[in-house]
């Protein structure tokens, strides 16, 4: 099984990146896919999820700015991040659950400069 994130960068506040999390190794379609965050010093939260039928939620921190999307025939998920502020730097993982199975990928860091 294998979670691969990418897309992170340095970006200017304002900016806008796109993260992807290609999938393999899984029964993709059946997952409930998450995106994580964890800034230094700081506890890992949720940013946005997307459950196998597609319902979506958001952290409130970043509700209206980043869109979670699933695309189930290329085993991909994504993170549309507009709007960015400095508070959003931190390492992005993307997370799979499926009932006792979950697994992370590694992580791609988003730098938002002031």
């Known amino acids: 099984v294998q979670l691969q994130a990418s897309g992170g960068g340095l970006v200017q506040a304002g900016g806008s990146l796109k993260l992807s999390c290609a999938a393999s190794?899984?029964?993709?379609?059946?997952?409930?896919m998450t995106w994580y965050r964890q800034a230094p010093g700081k506890q890992r939260e949720l940013v946005a999820r997307?459950?196998?039928?597609?319902?979506?939620n958001y952290a409130d921190s970043v509700k209206d700015r980043f869109t979670i999307s699933r695309d189930n025939a290329k085993k991909m998920v994504y993170l549309s991040m507009n709007g960015l502020k400095s508070e959003d730097t931190a390492v992005y993982y993307c997370?799979?659950?499926?009932?006792?199975?979950?697994?992370w990928g590694q992580g791609t860091q988003v730098t938002v400069s002031s």
């Open positions: 997307i459950s196998a039928d597609a319902r979506t």
């Open positions: 190794g899984i029964s993709f379609r059946f997952y409930r």
């Open positions: 997370n799979a659950v499926l009932e006792s199975r979950e697994y």
